[in-house]
């Protein structure tokens, strides 16, 4: 899909918004101010439309929760277009617990209830296996594509952050656990139509070069759940599928089902 999916701009947790009347005036002049200064100066960023939190910290490889502290963001990780933020994170991350998404009106906010897609009933006959992550909660991940592994994972490499899944234009690629989406688009550079989804550990899996976006930002899915079909990178069909913890690529193969 190569359109940035507009629907989640009203949503505060995962995306940035236009400012309302009275305060457009004031951010737009602020953030000519900050452009210079963020285009000059690579440890800040001038949030885009269609940006949120979660796709700038996975974009510049950092914690998304102490980039939230690091600014001053609250945990609603409400971002505003325009808004400079600084790429740095914070020396501890927060202790509060995440807010559950809200949609913002011209009225203000107000709870937003779970989005449940056609697709989430659907676990495409996948078994999940239980595996420890990281830290000591376990956590059933399945393989987001049964084909086979055309590149892997190497360490500290800029280019390799995750594995290459070689299959068909069209085939099916399934959410690797469970959790929440919290970016679908394409506006990252070098990923294509890119699917990020939320798990528990400040863990986050990634699914770049779709073909077509079959899920939402803040849609919850489950773990085997169909969230995408396989696009091609260059003129290869494949999947690029990555999982990082507190902002940091780790090796896919560590976390999924030995086969």
Same mark, same amino acid.
Request: hydrophobic share 35%; with cysteine.
């Given at each position: 899909?190569?359109?940035?999916?507009?629907?989640?701009?009203?949503?505060?947790?995962?995306? @940035?918004?236009? *400012?309302?009347?009275?305060?457009?005036?004031?951010? @737009?002049?602020?953030?000519?101010?900050?452009?210079?200064? @963020?285009?000059?100066?690579?440890?800040?960023?001038?949030?885009?439309?269609?940006?949120?939190?979660?796709?700038?910290?996975? +974009?510049?490889?950092?914690? $998304?929760?102490?980039?939230?502290?690091?600014?001053?963001?609250?945990?609603? $990780? +409400?971002?505003?277009?325009?808004?400079?933020?600084?790429?740095?994170?914070?020396?501890?991350?927060?202790?509060?617990?995440?807010?559950?998404?809200?949609?913002?009106? #011209? #009225?203000?906010?107000?709870?937003?209830?779970?989005?449940?897609?056609?697709?989430?009933?659907?676990?495409?006959?996948?078994?999940?296996?239980?595996?420890?992550?990281?830290?000591? #909660?376990?956590?059933?991940?399945?393989?987001?594509?049964?084909?086979?592994?055309?590149?892997?994972?190497?360490?500290?490499?800029?280019?390799?952050?995750?594995?290459?899944?070689?299959?068909?234009?069209?085939?099916?690629?399934?959410?690797?656990?469970?959790?929440?989406?919290?970016?679908?688009?394409?506006?990252?550079?070098? $990923?294509?139509?890119?699917?990020?989804?939320?798990?528990?550990?400040?863990?986050?899996?990634? $699914?770049?070069?779709?073909?077509?976006?079959?899920?939402?930002?803040?849609? +919850?899915?489950?773990?085997?759940?169909?969230?995408?079909?396989?696009?091609?990178?260059?003129?290869?069909?494949?999947?690029?599928?990555?999982? +990082?913890?507190?902002?940091?690529?780790?090796? *896919?193969?560590?976390?999924?089902?030995?086969?």
């Amino acid at each position: 899909m190569t359109v940035i999916l507009t629907g989640c701009l009203n949503s505060s947790r995962f995306s @940035s918004f236009e *400012p309302n009347a009275d305060n457009r005036s004031v951010r @737009s002049t602020a953030g000519l101010a900050l452009a210079s200064q @963020s285009v000059a100066n690579p440890n800040f960023y001038l949030v885009k439309p269609g940006d949120t939190l979660y796709s700038i910290a996975f +974009r510049f490889g950092l914690d $998304y929760q102490r980039l939230a502290q690091k600014n001053a963001i609250g945990v609603d $990780y +409400r971002i505003y277009e325009g808004q400079s933020l600084t790429l740095k994170e914070s020396a501890e991350p927060s202790k509060t617990p995440a807010a559950r998404p809200v949609t913002i009106t #011209k #009225k203000g906010t107000v709870p937003d209830k779970p989005v449940i897609t056609k697709n989430n009933s659907q676990t495409n006959g996948v078994t999940p296996v239980l595996k420890k992550s990281l830290e000591t #909660k376990q956590i059933a991940w399945v393989w987001p594509h049964k084909g086979k592994i055309v590149r892997t994972f190497i360490a500290k490499s800029s280019s390799n952050k995750g594995i290459d899944i070689g299959g068909q234009i069209g085939d099916s690629v399934l959410a690797a656990t469970s959790g929440t989406v919290v970016y679908a688009g394409n506006g990252l550079p070098g $990923y294509g139509n890119l699917i990020i989804i939320e798990h528990p550990n400040a863990l986050l899996s990634a $699914y770049a070069f779709a073909e077509q976006i079959l899920v939402k930002e803040k849609d +919850r899915v489950q773990v085997g759940q169909q969230i995408a079909t396989m696009g091609k990178q260059g003129d290869q069909p494949s999947l690029h599928f990555e999982i +990082r913890q507190n902002g940091k690529p780790v090796d *896919p193969l560590g976390m999924l089902p030995r086969r």
